[in-house]
């Protein structure tokens, strides 16, 4: 959920608020001028505002003119220029989409070229967690459009907006496919708080210019080019806020990925641009036009290596694959995402091929984002609506593909990609029938299997060998899958001292046994130590439990559910083997704020400050230690509060990367006086 610190966000939202509605083809009228006046309660995120439009009628006869508005916005009324009612009503949201209708009946027909005037009176609540807006920066905001064709300025069409504080006066400039308009807003506030911003749709404009115009007058380029000039990489960021080392670093492994990703597809990619965003946070990649919108770090001000670890730490190499992957569609909306992570994985295992220990924490990191028991839909139903969502689909359906690869072989995959990255793929039919092609029967036993189905297998063995007649030595195996039954391929490895000898079997049935011969017993025996295959693995199963608690409180704001899934990691590991115990503790302690239990809430995050942690759970004692400093503050201990705020900041910049949300929520409460709400303990830090 994307929420906004900044007030000014408000009145660039007042201007999206209302759109008249039309088709992709034509409009029915078009807006020749426009004023809109605005008072809201910053404390309370509530307003009230009034919209005076002059409208123009473009259709043959006119008797209405509908405007697109989210939801939580209520219309008090629409009026002419002499005060007088118009008829108005209301009609439910667009299918998959949280916007409304409100349709103004006009006393009589108007033609075309007829113009008229509509007064609107409404008021809400500023809620940015329905996607219509996310913010960049202190200063600039990116309205990201919808697939629905409106106009002032085209929200529902394809194409972004960027905002951002920058003169003395409001203005408002954007392109549509139609029209062109502009309009000026008086408004309350003090002249620091006016805005200044502009559309980018089909307009020609660079994001250079574009910045420019827009008066971030603080704002940075980096640009670095490929040794034969044929792909290039540009950051934009604001008041030096990336370290030149780590820049170079960075724009020399995106040159290389881009290599490679050319010579795996056969496709050609001659630029990339990025805007990293100063905090708060965001939890969502977007982007305008050419440019990817990512979320900055701290880390970025100095130079962590600890960013290129994984894949799933890299922002960058996913959007760069992207440009790379087939495009989405409506039955397959997920296929972008996934390939594009697929892509990413596959260039981490290439630059990692002489080790596999690296490669092998590559695909558990992968497997970590995935395995939680949060209620998911299948990749079928994925539907890319909800953050956990798109989550799932960038991750599972990057599992999806690395398993396909394990089905085929590296070579047939390898044309696989070559096709997907040249062939538009509208269905799932499709996409397994290029698959069927290269490899020679059907393959709807994979792809039912993991497209269809919402478990995740887990396989239970256990074996044993013993000596034949004549010297030789037959090893027994059972193995068992538990829960939904599977039909998948697996290898297991036999070791004999220094030598391995891989047996890949075909697994459909509860229970199979299985019998080898060999003329000497192996040493060990492991059953896909690759991690080829998505399936549970004991140890991610307990950090799944308290990740599930994380999403719960997250998405569902279910605290039963929540408190459960964390109680029950620490009674699964109670001597906190897997180090998972400090994200189980911080999940509660925030429960318990949620529940007014300051006191309990204390315990929590005391024990989670002292928990020892490993991997990406390491950030949680820091976290807790912040979070506690908050719950002084509840009970009056500013003092108190600022030593923890402190320490936790001066711990977390050894690592920055990792902790960045510690460094970002430590720095925050130095400066400023915590203030408890609901919103700041469902959040996921």
Known sequence: ?????????????????????????????????????????????????????????????????????????????????????????????????????????????????????????????????????????????????????????????????????????????????????????????????????????????????????????????????????????????????????????????????????????????????????PPPLRTDEDSCGALAVLSGSPAYSVFDSSAFQYSARNPWIVQLAGNFSPPSTDSLPWLKSAFAGFLATKYYQNIFFNSSDAQLRERRDVLSNILDFFPAPSLQQNTMHSAYERHQALFKGRYLFLMLEYVLGEKLMEDVITSLSSEKISSLTELQNICDRRYGSSLSWFFQEWTAKTEIPEFVFSHETQRMPRGLYETKISVSQRGEIFSVPVTFFFSFGTRVQQKRIFLDRARQELSFVFPSPPTSLELDPQLKILRWLVDLRIQAHARTSVLYRMYRRNLEE????????????????????????????????????????????????????????????????????????????????????????????????????????????????????????????
């Open 562 to 685: 929540a408190e459960r899934e964390a109680l029950l990691t620490l009674e699964l590991d109670p001597n906190n083997g897997t180090g998972t115990n400090a994200l189980a503790l911080f999940s509660l302690g925030k429960i318990s704020m949620l529940q007014r239990n300051t006191e309990k809430a204390q315990e929590y995050f005391f024990k989670a400050m002292q928990s020892k942690t490993s991997d990406a759970p390491q950030l949680y004692p820091l976290l807790s230690a912040v979070r506690y400093g908050n719950t002084l503050e509840t009970v009056k201990k500013r003092s108190e509060a600022v030593a923890l705020y402190q320490r936790a900041l001066n711990e977390a910049l050894r690592s920055p990367a990792v902790c960045a949300p510690v460094i970002l929520l430590a720095e925050k409460y130095l400066n400023i006086e915590f203030v408890s709400t609901d919103e700041e303990w469902l959040g996921e830090y």
């Open 1 to 277: 959920m994307i929420r906004f610190f900044y007030s000014y966000a408000l009145w660039v939202f007042l201007f999206f608020l209302f759109s008249p509605a039309g088709t992709a083809q034509n409009y029915s009228c078009e807006i020749i001028r426009y004023e809109v006046t605005a008072s809201f309660n910053e404390s309370r995120g509530e307003y009230s505002a009034e919209a005076s439009l002059w409208i123009r009628a473009l259709a043959d006869s006119l008797n209405s003119v509908t405007f697109i508005f989210p939801p939580n916005v209520d219309f008090s009324k629409a009026v002419d220029e002499n005060n007088s009612k118009y008829s108005k009503k209301l009609l439910a949201s667009f299918p998959g989409e949280k916007s409304n209708e409100l349709i103004v009946e006009l006393p009589n027909y108007f033609f075309r070229a007829d113009s008229f005037f509509i007064r609107l009176e409404f008021d809400g609540e500023f809620e940015a967690s329905a996607g219509t807006a996310q913010t960049i920066t202190s200063q600039c905001i990116l309205l990201r459009q919808r697939n629905i064709s409106g106009w002032l300025p085209a929200l529902f069409s394809n194409g972004s907006a960027v905002s951002t504080i920058a003169s003395a006066r409001l203005k408002l400039n954007f392109s549509s496919p139609k029209t062109l308009a502009h309009g000026s807003l008086r408004e309350s506030l003090s002249d620091s708080a006016k805005m200044h911003f502009l559309f980018l749709s089909d307009t020609a404009l660079s994001m250079e210019n574009a910045f420019s115009f827009l008066g971030a007058e603080q704002l940075e380029r980096r640009l670095t080019v490929s040794p034969d000039s044929s792909f290039s990489v540009s950051a934009y960021f604001i008041n030096h806020s990336c370290n030149e080392l780590f820049l170079d670093s960075l724009h020399h492994f995106l040159i290389d990925a881009e290599q490679y990703f050319s010579s795996l597809t056969g496709k050609k990619v001659f630029s990339l641009q990025y805007f990293l965003s």
